[in-house]
């Protein structure tokens, strides 16, 4: 019998990947453009992080007690559907942006970032579980990792577009105000109606879960589920609260006295980092039976990215490659963890927490040039966490997969909370200070990494 082939289905989406990688690290030039044109503090401006992550609570939560009356859903409707839905709600979010700035409000702005959220919701919840179907459970976090790198590469040119459109582009365009927003994301809503369209016409394999459809809250009868449920709060809130806070730790005059502009082409080299460690990572934890030929293949992958993102970088803003030799040293200590890490998920997501708590420590303790790679190393880390701490996180729950990965999107709420709290911090003692709030969660996951993933015999 022929071997199905799910090559084609993986492609498109990946592409899914892609775009809302773009669109969420777009959030990180939104915080300081809105923070200057409504006069926001930290704090307030972090509200921009809460309204779009906050959604993803919201909508996993109300996902998650429909699964628990009725069933769920996407065993319903299947995950085809379920990302047509996603990626309709998805044009509806950005297209609110229009009359956001139009109106000149903060709050519109929050609640065009919150529908956005619930459309990048129902994405996570068919999405992600999706990608862990289309091939062997071996090989799995291979495939997530090779979706979230695309994820990555979404990313890292985000903010190198969007920095130059809202910086640059249209304020040179004589946009005055909130205007500068409006175009690009009307241009993202229609790319997302234009993928709902594409993929409802592409032959996509309709998986439905076989068994029974049942009520109830199954999922949370494993242990491993929980723990994995509190390191995606931890993953994503610290994530996101560095990024959040970047271009302003950069324009730090202890730090690089960067502008804006500046700042938002180093922070593309914090979301490459990501990018080239979940290539990495697809490769490392892949089905390559040799090691030689396995660390050949990520050794030239880490050049070609490595290079991918200086000459992205470059076409934005001229920047010699002599000014990012750090990160160049940073890629090869990531190569380095990966070795450690012996391709194993967990042993993997251990050592590389933990080199994050060592970056996060450095930056901390020191400031200058040094500080600032130690904050942009810690994103190439973070490459394989959500990948890794999702698929052991939902490995083993058979039938209640779907309403696992639903309880695991849910704590994407840590995207919202944890950047307010970081905020706060810097309000009261200094942003370069604040960088001590995203330690704890690295710990956390260092635990997850070490002992917290491992299953117990669970009665289905």
Same mark, same amino acid.
């Given at each position: 019998?022929?071997?199905?082939?799910?090559?084609?289905?993986?492609? &498109?989406?990946?592409? $899914?990947?892609?775009?809302?990688?773009?669109?969420?690290?777009?959030?990180?030039?939104?915080?300081?453009?809105?923070?200057?044109? #409504?006069?926001?503090?930290? +704090?307030?401006?972090?509200?921009?992080?809460?309204?779009?992550?906050?959604?993803?609570?919201?909508?996993?939560?109300?996902?998650?007690?429909?699964?628990?009356?009725?069933?769920?859903?996407?065993?319903?409707?299947?995950?085809?559907?379920?990302?047509?839905?996603?990626?309709?709600? =998805?044009?509806?979010?950005?297209?609110?942006?229009?009359?956001?700035?139009?109106?000149?409000?903060?709050?519109?702005?929050? =609640?065009?970032?919150?529908?956005?959220?619930?459309?990048?919701?129902?994405?996570?919840?068919?999405?992600?579980?999706?990608?862990? &179907?289309?091939?062997?459970?071996?090989?799995?976090?291979?495939?997530?990792?090779?979706?979230?790198?695309?994820?990555?590469?979404?990313?890292?040119?985000?903010?190198?577009? @969007? @920095?130059? $459109? &809202?910086?640059?582009?249209?304020?040179?365009?004589?946009?005055?105000?909130?205007?500068?927003?409006?175009?690009?994301?009307?241009?993202?809503?229609?790319?997302?109606?234009?993928?709902?369209?594409?993929?409802?016409?592409?032959?996509?394999?309709?998986?439905?879960?076989?068994?029974? /459809?049942?009520?109830?809250?199954?999922?949370?009868?494993?242990?491993?589920?929980?723990?994995?449920?509190?390191? /995606? +709060?931890?993953?994503?809130?610290?994530?996101?609260?560095?990024?959040? &806070?970047?271009?302003?730790?950069?324009?730090?005059?202890?730090?690089?006295?960067?502008?804006?502009?500046?700042?938002?082409?180093?922070?593309? #080299?914090?979301?490459? @980092?990501?990018?080239?460690?979940?290539?990495?990572?697809?490769?490392?934890?892949?089905?390559?039976?040799?090691?030689?030929?396995?660390?050949?293949?990520?050794?030239?992958?880490?050049?070609?990215?490595?290079?991918?993102?200086?000459?992205?970088?470059?076409?934005?803003?001229?920047?010699?490659?002599?000014?990012?030799?750090?990160?160049? /040293?940073?890629?090869?200590?990531?190569?380095?963890? #990966?070795?450690? @890490?012996?391709?194993?998920?967990?042993?993997?997501?251990?050592?590389?927490?933990?080199?994050?708590?060592?970056?996060?420590?450095?930056?901390?303790?020191?400031?200058?040039?040094?500080?600032?790679?130690?904050?942009?190393?810690?994103?190439?880390?973070?490459? /394989?966490?959500?990948?890794?701490? #999702?698929?052991?996180?939902?490995?083993?729950?058979?039938?209640?997969?779907?309403?696992?990965?639903?309880?695991?999107?849910?704590?994407?709420?840590?995207?919202?909370?944890?950047?307010?709290?970081?905020?706060?911090?810097?309000?009261?003692?200094?942003?370069?200070?604040?960088?001590?709030?995203?330690?704890?969660?690295?710990?956390?996951?260092?635990?997850?990494?070490?002992?917290?993933?491992?299953?117990?015999?669970?009665?289905?």
């Amino acid at each position: 019998m022929k071997k199905q082939s799910y090559t084609v289905p993986l492609i &498109i989406v990946t592409g $899914l990947f892609f775009m809302w990688g773009f669109i969420t690290s777009m959030n990180d030039i939104l915080i300081p453009y809105l923070k200057d044109v #409504f006069e926001l503090s930290h +704090f307030r401006a972090m509200l921009v992080q809460f309204a779009f992550f906050g959604a993803y609570f919201i909508g996993s939560l109300f996902y998650f007690f429909i699964s628990v009356r009725m069933g769920d859903p996407i065993n319903r409707m299947g995950y085809k559907n379920g990302i047509i839905y996603g990626l309709i709600l =998805s044009a509806l979010g950005t297209s609110l942006f229009y009359p956001a700035a139009q109106m000149v409000s903060y709050g519109f702005f929050l =609640s065009a970032l919150f529908v956005l959220g619930l459309g990048f919701t129902l994405l996570q919840i068919a999405a992600n579980p999706y990608v862990a &179907i289309l091939g062997s459970a071996n090989s799995a976090s291979s495939r997530l990792n090779l979706s979230q790198g695309f994820n990555s590469f979404g990313t890292t040119i985000g903010p190198l577009i @969007g @920095g130059y $459109l &809202i910086f640059k582009y249209f304020v040179g365009a004589n946009f005055e105000g909130a205007d500068s927003v409006k175009i690009p994301y009307l241009i993202f809503a229609g790319i997302f109606l234009l993928m709902a369209v594409l993929i409802k016409i592409s032959d996509l394999p309709r998986f439905f879960n076989k068994d029974d /459809i049942e009520k109830g809250i199954g999922a949370l009868k494993f242990p491993h589920l929980l723990f994995g449920m509190i390191a /995606i +709060f931890m993953y994503v809130g610290a994530e996101v609260s560095i990024g959040s &806070i970047m271009v302003s730790f950069l324009g730090l005059e202890d730090i690089a006295g960067f502008s804006k502009d500046e700042a938002s082409t180093y922070l593309a #080299f914090y979301w490459g @980092g990501l990018m080239i460690g979940r290539f990495l990572g697809a490769l490392s934890l892949g089905e390559i039976k040799s090691k030689a030929l396995k660390s050949v293949y990520m050794l030239l992958s880490a050049i070609i990215l490595f290079f991918v993102i200086y000459l992205a970088a470059f076409l934005k803003s001229g920047i010699d490659i002599m000014d990012i030799w750090p990160f160049a /040293i940073i890629v090869l200590v990531n190569f380095a963890a #990966f070795y450690f @890490g012996k391709s194993m998920p967990g042993r993997t997501l251990l050592v590389f927490s933990l080199m994050a708590v060592l970056l996060l420590v450095i930056t901390v303790s020191t400031s200058g040039y040094v500080a600032m790679w130690a904050l942009i190393g810690v994103g190439i880390f973070n490459s /394989i966490m959500w990948p890794n701490i #999702f698929t052991l996180s939902i490995s083993g729950l058979g039938k209640y997969t779907s309403q696992g990965s639903s309880l695991l999107v849910m704590m994407i709420l840590g995207g919202a909370l944890i950047p307010i709290i970081q905020g706060a911090v810097a309000d009261w003692y200094g942003v370069h200070l604040s960088f001590i709030v995203p330690v704890i969660p690295y710990l956390y996951i260092a635990f997850f990494g070490w002992r917290g993933y491992k299953q117990k015999n669970i009665e289905l």
